[in-house]
């Protein structure tokens, strides 16, 4: 055989399981941070109708104070283990949102793109260590330590809220989609009007999803299949 006719031997598929495109990491990572908003958001208002059968039940205590001590403290008990049920529910799922969907998230966010680096410090600085901090620091109120551990505390969350607002402006920029500006807007506000810091994780819940299905229909460039290499 004429070695200038004789065609190079194919390469053979590679057997190694393919890497994610860009547009699926993306589409994972808005994925993740739209379940975290979710989940936060039901969280949030369970605890907001805890407190109100807090309040709801009490009220109903002294209206009935004329009945006998039995019925009140029977009321009372039921209200307390009412409250203390939502409690726990809202934080469990409070935190299972923020700490195993949307912290993740924003890191995997961050891996893609760098510009969201600075968001992901500050949000997990804070979110993680501001309530580690809490939760040593609140038992301990009592104590001079416990009140500069819980002061700490609450900076960091403070910082890990700034985060999520430098988020929302960078997601406004890189997606073009001004939910996010008018969710970070609704986060500064929100720092002294808290309810509006529960409308902002509605508005990125929305825009999350709406970033999830443009990423999720986006196809990647494949690169161009090397031709046939005939040697020479």
Known sequence: ?????????????????????TPQRYAEAFRMMKEGALILIIGEIVLVAAGMWLVFGLLGGVLSAHGSIEHIAKWLLGVGIGTLIGVLVGLVAFLYGVYAKF???VTKLSEIDS?????????????IW????????????????????????????????????????????????????????????????????????????????????????????????PGPVTLT
């Open 115 to 127: 510009s969201y680096s600075t968001a992901k410090t500050l949000i997990r600085l804070g979110y």
């Open 130 to 225: 501001g309530v580690i901090l809490m939760i040593i620091g609140v038992p301990l109120t009592l104590l001079v330590i416990g009140i500069l551990i819980t002061f700490v505390g609450l900076i960091l969350l403070l910082l890990g809220h700034i985060g999520t607002i430098i988020l929302c402006f960078n997601l406004n920029g890189k997606e073009g989609n001004s939910l996010y500006l008018i969710a970070g807007i609704l986060f500064i506000i929100g720092i002294f009007v808290p309810i509006l810091s529960f409308i902002s994780w509605i508005l990125l819940y929305i825009a999350f999803s709406n970033s999830e299905s443009k990423w999720a229909t986006t196809q990647s460039t494949p690169a161009p299949s």
């Open 1 to 21: 055989m004429s070695g200038c006719d004789k065609m190079a031997t194919p390469t053979p598929p590679s057997t190694q399981p393919s890497t994610p495109s």
């Open 103 to 105: 912290v993740p998230g």
